[in-house]
């Protein structure tokens, strides 16, 4: 039997692996933006996002699937020994496979070959992502201290390497190599967790069928995360996908910050259910999803009532169109808080995997519909448009569909004094305008007005939700 590990100190431990995983592009973005420019920032950000789909395809529903049957067998070594062998291997077999597909994309296809070949080292890293089991048996330590390293060494790399237009190719190539070294770490500590057992097709043929199912809502929600950029670049140019990727790279502070606590809670509730203490799982989820909406409501209306002052500072000459794209694209994070601490803490635990396709279907129609009404007119602000509705989609459906079975629309208005207050912060910081105050120092006020309007407006209820609670 292993020992219960604690929410709190994984929810931090998650949290850095999150942030860390976002923190790197983040502070280089600055100088990354001003040497290579819009055109290489949507140039690395297309070649990317093609290699993504591979790793996606490469990869299937085992981040969920696997994380969840690993916190269902961690209790019984062998048992939990035989399940990652025979998940692993079936694994194996889709990266081979999609290995072999990017070569001949990248060598008959790409119109940018180079970088195209470069982010190879990123999709044969998916048959090296073992994420799924450590996050099964609930130990986010180990990730959090390899995580540190590798991002520290990419920004090293990143400012020593990185000096012209030209060296988009050494940019692609650091990131595409910090993601295989990054799974490659874990490896090391594999055999202490589990035991190497001998599969065969009869072992893995079971894992086919749940990994497709989860793996349609992964390539669903794929179509209004990354297909906004393939849309953008084909119809319009790598300068709008350069605008909106780096916008988008704000926009996961506060999701991963959200999404940290639903990796945290997946395999927590799977163990949970599996021991039938479903009174138990419903209190964790009433707390993490009021958590959410406040994390999601103060850092995104807090970013949109800064963007005015933070985007020429951050990003430099001629990303003004950022701005516009923050106000329309932020408030999209308290929908996804909400769609998040849902999936992760009833659907995938209670096995409902099929409203989870229904939800995440919906949210990719609705994107697709809206992109291919508003990019040819709007642009980049138009992408901005579909993923906003596409996110409330998402939440809308997933809360409907399970409202008869836990009170998730209760909690969910539990919430909105949490919205509600970032509104009034964000509504009080855009029309504070100070002539006297500089760029920096304007954004520097702003940032800590905000936190005390944010605060002093929430306290009451905070106060009151903690004697409820």
Not at 17 to 25: D, E, H, R
Not at 202 to 210: T, V
Not at 259 to 276: E, F, H, Q, R, Y
Not at 412 to 440: D, K, Q, R, T, W
Request: glycine share 6%.
């Amino acid at each position: 039997m292993r020992k219960e590990k604690s929410v709190k100190k994984n929810f931090i431990y998650n949290s850095a692996y999150q942030i860390l995983a976002i923190l790197v592009p983040l502070v280089t973005t600055p100088y990354v933006s001003r040497v290579l420019g819009a055109d290489g920032v949507g140039r690395y950000s297309y070649a990317y996002t093609v290699a993504y789909y591979f790793f996606m395809f490469a990869m299937l529903g085992v981040n969920n699937y696997g994380n969840r049957s690993i916190a269902q067998t961690r209790d019984d070594r062998e048992k939990m020994s035989y399940t990652f062998s025979s998940i692993y291997a079936f694994q194996l077999m889709t990266t081979a496979a999609m290995v072999i597909l990017y070569c001949g994309y990248s060598f008959f296809l790409s119109k940018d070959r180079t970088i195209s070949l470069i982010m190879l080292m990123y999709v044969a890293s998916a048959g090296l992502d073992v994420n799924w089991l450590f996050f099964g048996i609930e130990e986010f330590r180990i990730t959090t201290i390899r995580n540190t390293v590798i991002k520290l060494a990419t920004v090293m790399a990143v400012f020593l390497f990185v000096k012209t237009k030209n060296d988009v190719y050494i940019y692609t190539a650091i990131y595409a190599a910090s993601m295989l070294i990054s799974h490659l770490i874990l490896w090391t500590l594999v055999h202490r967790i589990v035991d190497f057992k001998r599969v065969g097709l009869k072992d893995i043929i079971p894992h086919i069928k749940p990994n497709l199912v989860l793996f349609v809502p992964v390539i669903a929600i794929s179509l209004y995360k990354f297909m906004d950029k393939l849309m953008l670049g084909h119809m319009t140019n790598k300068a709008e996908v350069g605008y909106y990727e780096s916008c988008d790279k704000i926009i996961q502070v506060p999701i991963a910050l959200v999404s940290s606590l639903g990796t945290v809670m997946l395999p927590k509730i799977s163990n949970l259910v599996a021991n039938k203490q479903k009174e138990r799982s419903e209190d964790y989820f009433k707390k993490a999803m009021l958590f959410a909406m406040f994390l999601s409501s103060s850092m995104g209306f807090g970013i949109m009532g800064v963007a005015a002052e933070f985007v020429p500072i951050f990003y430099g000459p001629g990303f003004e169109k950022c701005i516009m794209i923050f106000w329309i694209l932020l408030p999209s994070c308290i929908f996804m808080g909400m769609a998040n601490v849902v999936r992760t803490q009833y659907l995938i635990p209670y096995k409902k995997d099929v409203v989870y396709v229904a939800s995440v279907f919906t949210g990719a129609i609705v994107n697709l519909i809206i992109n291919t009404m508003l990019i040819p007119g709007m642009q980049s602000y138009g992408a901005a448009v579909g993923t906003i509705c596409a996110e409330a989609s998402v939440c809308i459906v997933q809360s409907l569909a399970v409202r008869k079975e836990i009170k998730v629309l209760q909690y969910e208005l539990m919430g909105v004094p949490f919205v509600l207050a970032g509104l009034i912060m964000y509504l009080c910081l855009i029309n504070l305008h100070l002539a006297s105050l500089g760029g920096v120092q304007l954004l520097v006020l702003k940032v800590v007005l905000g936190a005390l309007i944010y605060l002093v407006v929430v306290a009451p209820y905070l106060f009151r939700l903690r004697r409820i609670l």
